[in-house]
């Protein structure tokens, strides 16, 4: 059984920064495209980054020159660093696996339909 846990919400201001982290179990960690998500009221949960199987990296262009995704494969954990946060980068960030243990991930635009193992999500709040 798959499971992911989150942790490194928190409160920041406008400019600070923030690491997440995702610690993973019950899958071939070190295998699996993972990415990371959030989710603000009233919009679709939208795909923030993702890491292949081989290190490859794709970033919402939101999020580009100021999130790094990467992983441990060692610690079956993966982290989101952010930078420069801004008060709407503020929701609940998400891990997750594509499902299937695909080792690519695909393309952001096709948001959030590929994966199937979530975590129970971290709040981050970033105030003006």
């Known amino acids: 059984q798959v499971q992911l846990v989150e942790s490194g919400g928190g409160s920041v201001q406008a400019g600070g920064s923030l690491r997440l982290s995702c610690a993973a179990s019950?899958?071939?960690?070190?295998?699996?495209?993972m990415g990371w998500f959030r989710q603000t009221p009233g919009k679709e949960r939208e795909g923030v980054a993702v890491l292949d199987a081989y290190k490859a990296t794709t970033y919402g262009d939101s999020v580009k020159g100021r999130f790094t995704i990467s992983r441990d494969n060692d610690k079956n954990t993966l982290y989101l660093q952010m930078g420069s946060l801004k008060p709407e980068d503020a929701g609940i960030y998400y891990c997750a696996r594509r499902s299937g243990g695909w080792s690519y991930c695909p393309s952001l635009d096709r948001g959030d339909r590929d994966y199937t193992d979530w975590g129970q999500g971290t709040q981050v709040t970033v105030s003006s």
């Open positions: 019950g899958l071939i960690f070190s295998r699996s495209c």
